[in-house]
């Protein structure tokens, strides 16, 4: 889904979202180059359901990264929490570890004891088809690359619980 605020956008995204066919009654005829990003019904439907319960997820989210925040607030582990100007979703959980070494060993601890973390995707440029393109300094992802670790973030609370 995309909101657009002008018509002129609406209109664009729409040409793309349609393989760029230009209007035509009977003729195929592409004017740029674009993909078929329209969803089908069902797909639609489901997003339709979601977002009636996305408040709901929300504040679950919001409930569990309060929850971390706290647990972590007074340890070498610095959980990623929303800056002063803005209001996360919280869909994905992150902590970042002082260094690799306690990354790693909070990692395999973790894991070991059935909790599922994971460290954070691998860079682009450190991909195999990747590796020759261009690039500019990377020194701050790649430092995130070697601390932050994805902790679990699915909602751990009942609806119920959060509806009253």
Not at 73 to 96: C, Q, R, T
Not at 108 to 130: A, Q
Not at 141 to 146: C, G, N, T, Y
Request: hydrophobic share 35%; proline share 6%.
């Amino acid at each position: 889904m995309v909101l657009c605020r002008d018509p002129n956008d609406a209109y664009r995204i729409k040409h793309l979202s349609t393989t760029a066919k230009v209007d035509h009654p009977y003729e195929f005829y592409h004017d740029e180059l674009a993909f078929n990003y329209r969803m089908p019904n069902l797909n639609a439907a489901l997003g339709c359901a979601q977002l009636e319960v996305l408040p709901a997820y929300l504040k679950i989210k919001r409930v569990l990264a309060s929850t971390y925040q706290e647990y972590f607030k007074d340890s070498d582990y610095l959980f990623v929490s929303e800056p002063e100007y803005a209001e996360s979703n919280y869909w994905l959980n992150a902590i970042i570890c002082p260094d690799k070494k306690l990354r790693d060993q909070f990692l395999e601890s973790t894991n070991l004891s059935g909790v599922s973390t994971r460290p954070v995707w691998t860079l682009m440029h450190r991909l195999p088809m990747f590796k020759d393109c261009i690039r500019d300094d990377l020194s701050v992802s790649e430092k995130l690359e070697k601390t932050l670790v994805n902790i679990p973030s699915s909602p751990i609370i009942k609806l119920d619980d959060i509806n009253g």
